[in-house]
C-alpha cells in the first residue's frame, strides 16, 4: 500500500520526535515586527471628515514632482539590474557633501547602512555606546547581532548626555551611536559639543552620526554640526531621503565616511542595492532645490504653530530640530489614553514604549490642515480629561 521511501520518511519523523530546528539565543528572544493596520486602514470603518497621519515623522507634503518623473521613467527600465556602484546618484552626493565619490556608500535606508556596519565591523564581545531613548532599530540590530548594547540615560531635557555615554566607553567599545537631533525626542547635539566629544573618543573606535533629520536641523539651527565634513577615519554620517525628500517608500539612504570606512562597507553590500527606482529618484530629488525649500518652511512653520498651542494647553513638549514634536504625558496611562482618544478622533499619533519613554508621544509636522486638525482634536481631550 505505501512504497518504502514513504516508510523511511516516516520513520525519520518518529525517529527525530519532531524536533524543532535550533536557533540562537539572540534570534529566539528576539520578537519579530508585527506591523498594524496599513495607513489606508488605519481608520476602517470610520466616517471621519477629515484625518491625520502623524506617526512615523513622513513628509506628508509629498515627493518631489521632480522625483516622480525620475520613478516613472526608471519604471520602464525595471527589468535591469541597477548600477550595483550607483555611480551617478554617488557622484550628485560627493559634489553636494563636497567630498569624493570613494567616500559616499548608498543603501535601502541609513538603517539598511546600519545594518551593514554591524556586519563588517564587530565581532564577537563588542560592544556598542550610545544612549536610551534613542533611534529603535539600534535596540533591534544590537540584539540581532549579539552585540551587548551600552546605554547612557538622557538628560532632563531629553538630549544626549554625552558626559554619561563616554563613561561607558570601555576595552570592549567597537562603536559609538549618536542620533542627531534624537529621534524620538528631537534634541540636538551642537556643533561645539559634537567636535569636543569626538576629540576624546579613541581613533580606534567607530564614530556613527546618524543625520536622518539634517536638512531641518540645518534650517533651525546655525549650531547644526553637519558632521558630513568632519574629515575622521573613524567617522561615518548616515544621511536618508525618507524625511525631508519624501521618499520613504523607495527606500534610499547614505553614509559619508573616510575610504576606509566606505570600501569595508562595500564589501557587505548586497550587489543591487538600491533599486533603479530608488536611484533615480534620489538623484532627481537631490535635484529639486523648490520642493526642498517648500518642505522646510512648512516644517518651521508646522513647528511654532505646535509650540504656540501646546503652551495654552499647558502641555509638556521638548523643543525640536526634526520635523516632529515630542510632548511628555507624565506617565504612561495618560499618554496611552490621550493616544486612543487622538485615534478615536481621527488623528494618528506615535506612542514611544519601543524607544524606552512610554509616557511619552511623538507627534509630526503635517500639513497645516493636519496639524490644525491635532490641535483642535488635542484641545477637544485636554477638557475631557479636566471633567
Known amino acids: 500500500m505505501f512504497d518504502d521511501t514513504f516508510c523511511l520518511n516516516v520513520r525519520f519523523l518518529l525517529n527525530t520526535q519532531f524536533k524543532m530546528i535550533e536557533l540562537p539565543d539572540n534570534i529566539a528572544a528576539l520578537q519579530s515586527y508585527k506591523p498594524g493596520k496599513a495607513v ?3 481608520f476602517e470603518g470610520k466616517n ?3 484625518t491625520a497621519i502623524l506617526s512615523s515623522n513622513e513628509n506628508n507634503l509629498g515627493t518631489s514632482p521632480k522625483a516622480v518623473a525620475a520613478i516613472q521613467e526608471a519604471a520602464t527600465n525595471s527589468y535591469l539590474y541597477p548600477d550595483p556602484s550607483g555611480m551617478k546618484l554617488r557622484q550628485k552626493l560627493a559634489a553636494k557633501h563636497n567630498t569624493t565619490i570613494d567616500k ?3 543603501g ?5 547602512i546600519l545594518s551593514n556596519i554591524f556586519k563588517a565591523f564587530f565581532r ?7 544612549s536610551a531613548g534613542s533611534f529603535v532599530a539600534v535596540n533591534v540590530m544590537t540584539k540581532l547581532n549579539n552585540i551587548p548594547y551600552k546605554q547612557a540615560p538622557l538628560t532632563k531635557e531629553y538630549a544626549f548626555d554625552l ?3 563616554l563613561d561607558l566607553v570601555g576595552p570592549r567599545t567597537k562603536a559609538v551611536y549618536l542620533c542627531n537631533p534624537n529621534n524620538p525626542t528631537g534634541a540636538m547635539i551642537s556643533n561645539r559639543a559634537l567636535k569636543a566629544f569626538i576629540e576624546k573618543i579613541p581613533e580606534h573606535i567607530l564614530i556613527i552620526v546618524d543625520e536622518a533629520y539634517a536638512e531641518f536641523a540645518a534650517s533651525l539651527s546655525s549650531e547644526f554640526p553637519d558632521a558630513t565634513q568632519i574629515e575622521l577615519p573613524n ?8 524625511k525631508a525628500f519624501g521618499l520613504a517608500g523607495v527606500r534610499l539612504g547614505y553614509g559619508v565616511g573616510s575610504q576606509f570606512i566606505v570600501d569595508t562597507l562595500m564589501k557587505v553590500k548586497l550587489t543591487f542595492n538600491p533599486s533603479i527606482i530608488a536611484q533615480a529618484a534620489g538623484g532627481a530629488a537631490l535635484d529639486d532645490a523648490a520642493f526642498m525649500q517648500e518642505t ?3 516644517n518651521k512653520k508646522g513647528l511654532a504653530y505646535y509650540y504656540k498651542n501646546f503652551s495654552q494647553m499647558q502641555l509638556n513638549y521638548v523643543p525640536s530640530f526634526g520635523n516632529f514634536v515630542m510632548l511628555d504625558m507624565s506617565t504612561e496611562e495618560r499618554a496611552m489614553y490621550v493616544f486612543n482618544q487622538l485615534l478615536n478622533r481621527g488623528v494618528f499619533v506615535r506612542p514611544l514604549a519601543f524607544f524606552q519613554l512610554p509616557h511619552c508621544l511623538r507627534i509630526t509636522v503635517g500639513l497645516p490642515e493636519e496639524c490644525q486638525l491635532l490641535v483642535e482634536k488635542m484641545a477637544e481631550v485636554m477638557t475631557l480629561e479636566k471633567n
Open 40 to 42: 489606508e486602514d488605519i
Open 48 to 50: 471621519f471628515d477629515r
Open 104 to 106: 559616499i556608500i548608498i
Open 108 to 112: 535601502n535606508g541609513s538603517d539598511g
Open 124 to 130: 564577537p564581545g563588542d560592544e556598542l555606546v550610545s
Open 163 to 165: 558626559e554619561a555615554i
Open 235 to 242: 567617522v561615518i554620517t548616515l544621511r536618508t531621503f525618507s
Open 296 to 298: 522646510i518652511e512648512m
